[in-house]
T-cell receptor, first 112, second 116 residues
Framework: SQQGEEDPQALSIQEGENATMNCSYK?????LQWYRQNSGRGLVHLIL?????REKHSGRLRVTLDTSKKSSSLLITASRAADTASYFC????????????FGDGTTLTVKP | NAGVTQTPKFQVLKTGQSMTLQCAQD?????MYWYRQDPGMGLRLIYY???????DKGEVPNGYNVSRLNKREFSLRLESAAPSQTSVYFC???????????????FGAGSRLTVL
């Protein structure tokens, strides 16, 4: 069964607006990662947040983690058409290989 | 840098045929993975290799075998393909166990497999 679940499943916004995607999970984790997948391509790692961190930034990306609610959010500010993609969260139970579980993703469409 | 390279990019098989998907990485990563992605869904782990010489089952290993040929290469074999194995297959690699870098995956471009 999937550990992480993204919400919403699909999101459509205008260029320049902010996009927020959420990820909920069920069990305690070591870290959580966000990935982007452009249509027909492989996933690209965006950001990793550890369980003892509450917020991380990378360029126009802001990720928060609330371990008490077992949830994370990914905020993309000032969105661009090039941000159109699917976004996946992956939760890792520990830092051993093979312990990341992916959610089903949020499909973001940014209209020019 | 090539990163993670998968071949072939596309393949059509008939039910019962066999094939091997090849994967190679040039980042000196210890761990390698095979995932499948079905339409509208996330990735499900088929098999992984935490380090050279070891392989372990993931969430959906039935119908597949893997070989960690050396540190660079990790192949996925379908011995007798079934329509349920129609999917997009992704190979990935990570630095290895210990430290959160173990969970940062670098993916290949994917191999689209159709089983008729």
């Amino acid at each position: 069964s999937q550990q992480g679940e993204e919400d919403p499943q699909a999101l459509s916004i205008q260029e320049g607006e902010n996009a927020t995607m959420n990820c909920s999970y069920k069990t305690s984790i070591n870290n959580l990662q966000w990935y982007r997948q452009n249509s027909g391509r492989g996933l690209v790692h965006l950001i990793l947040i550890r369980s003892n961190e509450r917020e991380k930034h990378s360029g126009r990306l802001r990720v928060t983690l609330d371990t008490s609610k077992k949830s994370s959010s990914l905020l993309i500010t000032a969105s661009r058409a090039a941000d159109t993609a699917s976004y996946f969260c992956a939760t890792a139970l520990n830092t051993n290989a093979g312990k990341s579980t992916f959610g089903d993703g949020t499909t973001l469409t940014v209209k020019p | 840098n090539a990163g993670v390279t998968q071949t072939p990019k596309f393949q059509v098989l008939k039910t019962g045929q066999s094939m091997t998907l090849q994967c190679a990485q040039d980042m000196n990563h210890n761990s390698m993975y095979w995932y499948r992605q079905d339409p509208g869904m996330g990735l499900r782990l088929i098999y992984y290799s935490a380090s050279e010489g070891t392989t372990d089952k993931g969430e959906v290993p039935n119908g597949y075998n893997v070989s960690r040929l050396n540190k660079r290469e990790f192949s996925l074999r379908l011995e007798s393909a079934a329509p349920s194995q129609t999917s997009v297959y992704f190979c990935a690699s990570s630095a290895g166990t210990g430290g959160s870098g173990a969970n940062v995956l670098t993916f290949g471009a994917g191999s689209r497999l159709t089983v008729l």
